[in-house]
């Protein structure tokens, strides 16, 4: 989709030209002085006589010109949060998208520099995502949209939208990477894709197999891979080293990539097992928030590590009262199958912290008690490091993607203690869960500075802020923000 920056306000032939456009006013203002723009005056009358406030729906109505403009009306007041500008953006664009165009105007007569800029970025962001096709089985394909063009009009000065194209081409990747079903994606097949993404981006690739992980005694990732039919579990890593050779700090990423969560011998009951080949989301996460910053060409190097399994049930599968140990030497007292995404990640969290980064982040579909703790439209974020707690709830907040801190207090291991091993895998009773498996992942990363992302709103019926599929690949934004806006880490 291309983007029109056009600096002046439009002339009214202009905006009479577009068949589609979408006016952003300030709240501030009209209650005081309705704006004069091309218009204006019949867009107030049906406004009040529909009475509609357009501020938490938009509103559209089809202008008295000679095409007949379609236009949808959205008011936004000056400190709207990020996020309920992305869920304004979300539902103005799906009223303009109904009707298929090819190109969009969005035009904000009397908006202030900063919140006009804030719009023009979230209606990219937004239209981006709506614009790329999800994964679709259907005999009968439902027309692609055939939106190529945004024009903004009115904003203050060119702008640098680098790192929204960015994000959506991220977030875009993961979104249907996590939609894909789970017979088009086991693990062999799933690296089959990265390999052709690590050619298209320049990343180093390298994978540790079964073989490999057995010969590391990662003995708590392989306890989860034993079970499948398939020998194709295993550890994916990429490398992206910026051009010029700097001397900058070094990210790692690391998402939970289980291709199929059954539960495993704890096997999941139908309604819990639905849904689960999204448990690969952390994964896309991580390889999306990947994608995003080589296309930012950041100067700082990058390690990411995808732990993909599948968790079946079958005779090798793992049980509970095993015993294993991984390769930090940590033995684990298996309470429960479906506790997968913790022993997948204590290897490759334990792997990833050898090279020693600056900052180590990982994204799961960990807990369902997370979910029962914030629902599915905030994530969890758990650190080991309290200065990052401001900035985590900050990037959350300005991103959109909205996240909340939750305590990682040693006293919450005395729930884990195990007679037999270093530790319990979880417990059987139903307890903060999620604190529970981040204080399980803590003792894999050790003194690592480090951020847990819990994607409890992974997946979120109807969208969430700008994305309007229910799979939502949330994090890539969240995780721009933080590292590249919140400088803690570097
Ligand atoms: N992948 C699930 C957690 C999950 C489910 C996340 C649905 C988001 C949506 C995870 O592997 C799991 O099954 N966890 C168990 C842990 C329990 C057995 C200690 C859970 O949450 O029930
Ligand atoms: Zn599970
Ligand atoms: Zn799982």
Redesign the pocket.
Known sequence: MKLKQQLKTPTSSQLNSHSNLIIVLPKEQIKSKWPVFPHSNTIMERLNRAGKKCTASPFSTDLPNKIGTHATIVCIKKDISSFELLTLCRKAAGEQLKQNPREIALYMPGMEAEPAIRTAEAMLATLLAACYEMPSYKSKKSKPLKLNSLVIYNLPEEQDFDQTFAEAEGNNLARYLTALPPNDLTPALYRKRITTLAKEYGWKMDFLDMKALRKKKAGAFVAVAQGSPVDDAGIVHLRYKPRSKSKLKKLALVGKG?CF?T?GM?L?PAQYMH??HE?MEGSAVALGTLIALTELEVNFEIDCWLALAQ?HIGPKAYKQNDVVTACNGTSIEII?T????RMVLADTLAIATKDKPDLLMDYA?????C?GALGTIYSGAFTNKNEFINDIIDAGRDSGERVWPFPLDEDYDKDLESTIADIKQ??LTSGP?HIHAARFLQRFVNKTPWVHVD??A??NKGGLAHIATDTTAFGVRFSLDFILNKKQWE
């Open positions: 289980i969560d539960g704890n999941k849904g689960m448990d968790n429960h479906d506790a997968e995404g579909t960990l807990t369902g008690s979910v979880c417990t869960d994607l409890s992974g997946n």
